[in-house]
């Protein structure tokens, strides 16, 4: 089965945003997004092009178009954003991120009114029907399709950084997890879904694909959610590790972390070097470190397995890409991935509301309306928030919003 990579040019950067829709009175998740796309379309458009439904109708995508620069990807969300803000505030409805909603069952949730989506839930059941999850995922172009696989291979690497800084959904349905991202392992339940497999080159890639679709198991490559995957129709590599974040500043972060990365890969392989390739059962401790400690975690760094704080990593990172970040006009936004650890990941800023508020998640729900609105706080619980994580008999029960 042949499967044609459409080459990008050097670095192109694109994202998506899923924005969860919720009632500014109750603070529950509400359904929304039919009415407010509709409103947006443009006349004699099938859709608006740049926000989309997604599986629930209460989430609304923004997507960028193909952009250069991160700056510019930041710019052509906020202007859609406005566009999204506007039709939902005339329905009394607030838009925040995050990669769960605190407290909102996902069994009162509507799907959308797309095919795709229904036959989704038709195939996979109870494991599509509780994807109440949002995410945040970047596409960075790559010229050539022999460069795909060993980029793919090589960014497993660095997924405990990436969930670490984006870390957003300590809560789920009224209780503290005790995770900093509950929506990775909700995610995970999907079959086609977590890390990828580490494939030789883009040939095992096409073998893989053609298993999958002749045997029924999906219908396109669409199919395949890994954390970081091919996406050969937009020729770019798609980071899809990342919870919901709930600034655009931290959208930015790892936009340009993200192509930073590829770039410097796809400049190595230029040179000739021969990208590194972690063990698998490695880049599987690592990620489920980062999703249960998020920045909190200590993960291994080397084939010798040395364990270093994954802070003391990130910020290691951030010095080392500095000078591509500059050739790709991205300073300041990596510069950005810092003040994420001086103020805090999402999961630290929400349990802190929390806990302030003796439990309530109500308040939680308000903090991230406001950064949403207002941008990533100045300063904020740089570590983990005193008090106690709720056990399994409270998580039982819930907690009241």
């Not at 039919?34 to 859709?47: K, N, S, T, W, Y």
């Not at 999204?84 to 909102?104: E, I, K, M, N, S």
Request: glycine residues 8%; hydrophobic residues 40%.
């Amino acid at each position: 089965m042949e499967i044609p990579f459409r080459s990008s040019g050097r670095a192109s950067l694109g994202v998506e945003w899923e924005l969860q829709l919720v009632d500014r009175e109750t603070r529950e998740l509400a359904p929304g997004a039919v009415e407010i796309l509709e409103a947006l379309r443009p006349d004699g458009a099938e859709e608006h092009p740049k926000a989309k439904h997604e599986l629930l109708q209460s989430t609304v995508e923004i997507i960028t178009g193909v952009c250069t620069t991160v700056r510019e990807a930041k710019a052509d969300l906020a202007g859609t954003l406005a566009e999204v803000v506007a039709q939902a505030d005339r329905r009394g409805l607030g838009l925040l991120c995050a990669g769960t909603h605190p407290f909102t069952d996902w069994q009162t949730q509507e799907i959308s009114p797309k095919e795709r989506y229904r036959e989704l839930v038709e195939r996979m059941q109870w494991l599509a029907r509780r994807l109440q999850i949002f995410g945040v995922h970047v596409h960075v172009g790559v010229r050539a399709p022999e460069k795909v696989i060993p980029i793919v291979n090589a960014l497993c690497q660095y997924v405990p950084h990436f969930l670490a800084l984006s870390s957003s959904s300590p809560f789920w349905v009224g209780c503290d997890t005790g995770l900093a991202s509950a929506r990775t392992k909700i995610f995970e339940g999907m079959p086609t879904a977590g890390l990828p497999f580490q494939l030789d080159d883009w040939d095992e890639f096409e073998e893989y694909m053609e298993t999958l679709i002749s045997t029924r198991s999906i219908e396109s490559v669409r199919e395949v959610w890994w954390d970081i995957r091919p996406h050969p129709d937009f020729g770019t590599v798609e980071l899809r590790i990342c919870d919901g974040l709930p600034t655009l500043d931290e959208v930015g972060a790892v936009a340009a972390l993200a192509q930073c990365l590829v770039e410097q890969f796809d400049t190595q392989l230029d040179r000739g070097y021969t990208l590194p390739r972690p063990e698998e059962w490695v880049v599987r401790e690592n990620k489920w470190r980062a999703t249960r400690y998020g920045l909190d975690a200590e993960i291994i760094v080397d084939e010798h397995y040395v364990v270093r704080p994954v802070r003391d990593a990130i910020t290691e990172l951030v010095e080392e890409l500095m000078p591509t970040a500059k050739r790709l006009h991205c300073e300041a936004e990596l510069s950005d991935v810092l003040r994420i650890l001086e103020v805090g990941a999402s999961y630290q800023r929400q349990r802190a509301v929390a806990l302030a508020h003796d439990g309530g998640l109500a308040p939680v729900v308000d903090g991230l309306l406001a950064e949403l609105r207002d941008g990533l706080p100045t300063s904020g619980p740089a570590g983990r928030p005193d008090g106690p994580v709720p056990g399994p008999a409270e998580c039982a029960g819930g907690h009241a919003a």
